[in-house]
């Protein structure tokens, strides 16, 4: 099955899944395609190549945080692996 | 968009017409609010609103407070006022304020009724039938759409939100702006870490230093607390919806501004001095966000959600549009405008002239769903603690 996600601009590291996707489900992005190495939920993030711990993600142009850990193309990007610029917490990696 | 360039409303002597005509029930003080609550439900289609607070209010806390009560008082959607208050002091600055904005009113206290609270309501349903009586008789006449001022709030947003429904409202702002209207935008801690981008679009450098500071201070209020954004903005909600980040869900939710640029920063319920794009310098919990745009002129709110939020303002018409197909599907009721397509093949220019056409036709009179069900309030922020 194949799943679409939203990429806003070319240059992003993550796009947007417009449905629930399984592990291992086909994503379809503008012209790539990838596969999911989670379940990732709808309008939930996947990281769209290799993303270093420590590297800042955009999306559209803004960054939208942290990453805390390596995290690897197709894998869910959300609270578990990335954090605020602007966190106080401490951080679980 | 020739269609497009009127709406029907209510022209008012001083300021913008009014995109409704309703009696408004202000109850000033908070001693009475369930007299106050008796004669709206007394009065069909009389639009209730006001405070829970009045003794002992110092500061600019008392300051903020008169002003946003007196800024509803004025609204321009209000073509008469019932003032319901325990005494005077607090009557007598809303009947200032009434008087010099030249609209129909009624005064009453309970010093006037020997604290007589039954007293109060037999005469202020008396009074407000009167008023009701001359509303009805009156019909709206085309204004030009450069009287519009329009204000965009989210509330429990998805991804969806930055990605389609923000963006639609930000074509909705640049159209309003090049017309001549007024666009509003709050939330300041949702301009976290876009203040450069913000800043640069400062009509003056002051502009500039003041939406940085009012960022600045959002988060240093955060941080004093000890409280972690996260979980707060974003929230439970936002969180297990995708969004996993606070500058995530900001830079999101500040393309609702457009591209114009930013002609001030204002204070919670301030009036802006021209027409344009202005920021608020507000909280972003909806009730308190929407009672602080309505008090500073707005007619209607442009309401993004991507979960839902059934949350209206009582006197400014709440349009409330999602990019969520799913949310769209679940709350008929709810959703005002379904602009899920912009995910799926419709652009966000086409969509924008259709989101203009149903804002027109809410102007001119067509009910929100908030309207029909009955969903609207105010609710006046708090600046300190009373003594």
């Given at each position: 099955m194949t799943t679409r996600a939203h990429i806003v601009r070319p240059d992003d590291m993550v796009a947007y899944l417009l449905a629930d996707a399984p592990a291992g489900a086909s994503i379809e992005i503008a012209a790539q395609t990838l596969t999911a190495r989670d379940a990732i939920p709808v309008f939930h993030k996947i990281a769209l190549r290799d993303i270093a711990a420590g590297e800042t993600l955009h999306r559209g142009g803004w960054p939208v945080g942290r990453a805390t850990q390596d995290i690897p193309a197709g894998a869910h990007v959300h609270v578990h692996n990335l954090v605020s610029a602007y966190s106080t917490s401490k951080e679980t990696t | 968009m020739s269609d497009t360039d009127t709406f029907l409303g209510y022209p008012r002597s001083h300021g913008r017409p009014g995109i409704r005509n309703h009696l408004l029930v202000l109850n000033c003080t908070g001693l009475t609010d369930a007299t106050a609550r008796r004669v709206a439900a007394a009065l069909p289609g009389a639009v209730f609103a006001g405070t829970m607070y009045g003794m002992g209010m110092v500061g600019a806390d008392a300051a903020f407070h008169t002003a946003t009560l007196a800024g509803m008082a004025t609204h321009p959607n209000c073509g008469a006022v019932v003032l319901i208050g325990a005494d005077r002091t607090r009557l007598e600055q809303m009947i200032a304020a009434v008087e010099a904005a030249d609209r129909p009113f009624v005064a009453l206290g309970l010093d006037d009724t020997r604290h007589d609270a039954q007293l109060l309501s037999q005469r202020?349903?008396?009074?407000?039938?009167?008023?009701?009586?001359?509303?009805?008789?009156?019909?709206?006449?085309p204004c030009p759409v450069s009287d519009l001022f329009l204000a965009f709030e989210c509330g429990l947003s998805d991804p969806s939100s930055g990605l389609a429904a923000n963006p639609l409202l930000g074509h909705v702002a640049d159209w309003l702006v090049d017309a001549g209207g007024s666009v509003l935008v709050g939330e300041s801690i949702e301009w976290l870490g876009t203040e450069d981008e913000l800043a640069n679009r400062a009509a003056t450098p002051e502009v500039g230093t003041a939406i940085r500071r009012a960022v600045q201070d959002r988060l240093a209020m955060a941080n004093a607390a000890g409280v972690d954004l996260l979980g707060t903005n974003p929230n439970a909600a936002n969180i297990k919806a995708g969004l996993s980040t606070i500058e995530e869900k900001a830079s999101g939710a500040v393309l609702k501004a457009g591209t114009r640029p930013i002609r001030s920063v204002l204070a919670y319920a301030a009036a802006p001095a021209e027409p344009g794009l202005h920021f608020m310098d507000a909280p972003a919990y909806s009730p308190e966000s929407l009672t602080g745009f309505v008090a500073s002129g707005a007619q209607m709110i442009l309401f993004t959600t991507g979960l839902g939020n059934s949350y209206c303002s009582a006197l400014a018409p709440t349009l409330k549009l999602t990019a969520n197909a799913a949310t769209a599907r679940n709350?008929?009721?709810q959703i005002d405008f379904d602009a899920s397509a912009a995910l799926a093949d419709r652009t966000l220019e086409d969509l924008a002239q259709e989101l203009v056409a149903?804002?027109?036709?809410?102007?001119?009179?067509?009910?929100?769903?908030g309207e029909i069900m009955g969903e609207g309030a105010e609710s006046i922020s708090r600046f300190g603690a009373a003594i």
């Amino acid at each position: 099955m194949t799943t679409r996600a939203h990429i806003v601009r070319p240059d992003d590291m993550v796009a947007y899944l417009l449905a629930d996707a399984p592990a291992g489900a086909s994503i379809e992005i503008a012209a790539q395609t990838l596969t999911a190495r989670d379940a990732i939920p709808v309008f939930h993030k996947i990281a769209l190549r290799d993303i270093a711990a420590g590297e800042t993600l955009h999306r559209g142009g803004w960054p939208v945080g942290r990453a805390t850990q390596d995290i690897p193309a197709g894998a869910h990007v959300h609270v578990h692996n990335l954090v605020s610029a602007y966190s106080t917490s401490k951080e679980t990696t | 968009m020739s269609d497009t360039d009127t709406f029907l409303g209510y022209p008012r002597s001083h300021g913008r017409p009014g995109i409704r005509n309703h009696l408004l029930v202000l109850n000033c003080t908070g001693l009475t609010d369930a007299t106050a609550r008796r004669v709206a439900a007394a009065l069909p289609g009389a639009v209730f609103a006001g405070t829970m607070y009045g003794m002992g209010m110092v500061g600019a806390d008392a300051a903020f407070h008169t002003a946003t009560l007196a800024g509803m008082a004025t609204h321009p959607n209000c073509g008469a006022v019932v003032l319901i208050g325990a005494d005077r002091t607090r009557l007598e600055q809303m009947i200032a304020a009434v008087e010099a904005a030249d609209r129909p009113f009624v005064a009453l206290g309970l010093d006037d009724t020997r604290h007589d609270a039954q007293l109060l309501s037999q005469r202020a349903i008396a009074e407000g039938a009167r008023l009701l009586r001359d509303l009805s008789g009156v019909r709206p006449v085309p204004c030009p759409v450069s009287d519009l001022f329009l204000a965009f709030e989210c509330g429990l947003s998805d991804p969806s939100s930055g990605l389609a429904a923000n963006p639609l409202l930000g074509h909705v702002a640049d159209w309003l702006v090049d017309a001549g209207g007024s666009v509003l935008v709050g939330e300041s801690i949702e301009w976290l870490g876009t203040e450069d981008e913000l800043a640069n679009r400062a009509a003056t450098p002051e502009v500039g230093t003041a939406i940085r500071r009012a960022v600045q201070d959002r988060l240093a209020m955060a941080n004093a607390a000890g409280v972690d954004l996260l979980g707060t903005n974003p929230n439970a909600a936002n969180i297990k919806a995708g969004l996993s980040t606070i500058e995530e869900k900001a830079s999101g939710a500040v393309l609702k501004a457009g591209t114009r640029p930013i002609r001030s920063v204002l204070a919670y319920a301030a009036a802006p001095a021209e027409p344009g794009l202005h920021f608020m310098d507000a909280p972003a919990y909806s009730p308190e966000s929407l009672t602080g745009f309505v008090a500073s002129g707005a007619q209607m709110i442009l309401f993004t959600t991507g979960l839902g939020n059934s949350y209206c303002s009582a006197l400014a018409p709440t349009l409330k549009l999602t990019a969520n197909a799913a949310t769209a599907r679940n709350l008929p009721c709810q959703i005002d405008f379904d602009a899920s397509a912009a995910l799926a093949d419709r652009t966000l220019e086409d969509l924008a002239q259709e989101l203009v056409a149903q804002i027109n036709a809410i102007a001119s009179g067509q009910y929100t769903y908030g309207e029909i069900m009955g969903e609207g309030a105010e609710s006046i922020s708090r600046f300190g603690a009373a003594i």
